[in-house]
């Protein structure tokens, strides 16, 4: 066990970083704060960046000797809700080799890693080859606000060449090469309503969307299921949440479902849902309206053979780890910051098993080896031809 990783864990899960859902609030920003102090303290610069509503990003560098090249290790701030949690969200406790609390595994302890890995990188007596960044981002459980904004402050850097970047999710330590993207949207029926005694006539919008909901299920995923991604599976499509009606005895004037549809490596989200429109507003005409997408987020799809890749996955077996490449069906900051021209890998302690649940928890020990594994990575060499 490492106990300066857990007791900087155990710091981050104590302060309270539930993401507001757009609300505005500076929800990430008083564990930023204490992530620059805690840097300051170590002799590390590290800058707060507002992103939106007081909400912050934190950035923390260490120089390197090539001052062209820099590695950036990202992990996300913010957390899910704690509603129907069974451990107290906030006061961490360890427990059999575990510490419990919201953002054990998603994202604080690999932020933490990361965070220790980069101190003891600070501390040695020869400067890493590559400049060190380590940012701690907002908004990654809703908008992708925080790691956006980081992109553009890097895009600024003109002098500075980002090589390739660790995104830090609860991966078990394998390094996750592809994951799905996704596009989330409405499906809204409108109705002219009425007294719920005098139904004849009128198009109820629940019954509408219940035969659109059928509809999806019988006809719409089945089809999804004849093509998958070697290294995520296939496509999904899930209707995530229903509202209408505003009481007992009314027929509704609107009732409304969301969809979650998970889309794979190569697939547009833009075409994906126009496909989707098309497809119901053939079937059920125009009182039923498929609304442009309130979410889309790009799927991840690396060469497990890059360069990069190739050097994180080298330094995970002379960890003694599996290092062949897998994909998953959940999505992080990677494909953004892959989209923007960097090599990405999504790795990190924890499991996916435990994150977002009642008793959200993460391994000592594996936190322990993650920062290991995170000085390694940040002691890689600079590639080769930069100019």
């Keep these: 066990m490492n106990t300066d990783a857990t007791a900087l864990l155990s710091d ?11 609300g505005a609030e500076p929800a990430e920003t008083p564990v930023a704060r204490r992530i620059a102090d805690w840097c300051a303290e170590q002799g590390i610069t590290a800058e707060l960046d507002q992103v939106v509503d007081g909400r912050c990003n934190v950035v923390a560098i260490v120089p390197g000797r090539d001052p062209r090249a820099a590695v950036l290790f990202e992990s996300h701030l913010d957390t899910v809700e704690v509603e129907h949690m069974n451990t107290p969200p906030f006061t961490p406790t360890v427990r059999d080799g ?19 890995a980069l101190r003891d990188i600070a501390r040695a007596p020869e400067p890493p080859a590559q400049t060190v960044i380590v940012a701690g981002v ?3 459980e809703h908008e992708y606000k925080g790691v956006l904004r980081l992109l553009e402050n890097l895009a600024g850097e003109a002098t500075r060449t980002v090589t390739g970047a660790v995104v830090g999710e609860p991966t078990d330590l394998r390094v996750v090469v592809a994951h799905k993207g996704v ?34 299920a019988e006809e719409v ?27 007992p005895n009314t027929v509704p004037n609107e009732c409304a479902v969301s969809l979650d549809r998970r889309t794979l490596p190569g697939e547009d989200p833009e075409q994906v849902w126009r496909e989707l429109r098309d497809r119901i507003t053939g079937r059920f005409g125009p009182s039923v309206t498929v609304e442009p997408p309130f979410l889309t987020d790009l799927a991840l799809d690396n060469d497990p053979a890059d360069p990069f890749v190739a050097g994180v996955r080298d330094v995970l077996g002379r960890a003694g780890r599996d290092s062949s490449a897998i ?15 960097i090599p990405s890998v999504v790795l990190g302690p924890g499991s996916i098993g435990d994150a977002h649940t009642p008793n959200e928890s993460i391994d000592l020990a594996e936190l322990a080896e993650a920062v290991e594994i995170a000085r390694a990575l940040m002691r890689l060499p600079a590639p080769a031809g930069l100019s």
Excluded at 12 to 22: A, E, K, Q, T, Y
Excluded at 186 to 195: E, K, S, T
């Design 12 to 22: 981050l899960v104590s302060i309270p970083s539930v993401n507001p859902r757009g």
């Design 327 to 341: 994909g998953t069906g959940w999505g992080s900051d990677a494909s953004k910051i892959a989209a923007a021209g």
């Design 98 to 116: 575990r510490l419990y609390g919201r953002g054990a595994c998603d994202a604080k302890g690999p932020l933490a890693a990361f965070l220790i």
């Design 183 to 216: 596009m989330r949207c409405r499906i809204v029926v409108a109705g002219p309503g009425g007294h719920s005694s005098r139904p004849w006539g009128l198009e109820n919008p629940i019954e509408t969307i219940a035969r659109v909901v059928t509809f999806l």
């Design 221 to 247: 995923t089945p089809s999804l299921t004849a093509a998958a991604h070697p290294l995520v599976g296939p496509a999904s499509l899930v209707p995530s949440l229903i509202s209408g009606g505003t009481g």
């Design 138 to 140: 907002a908004d990654e």
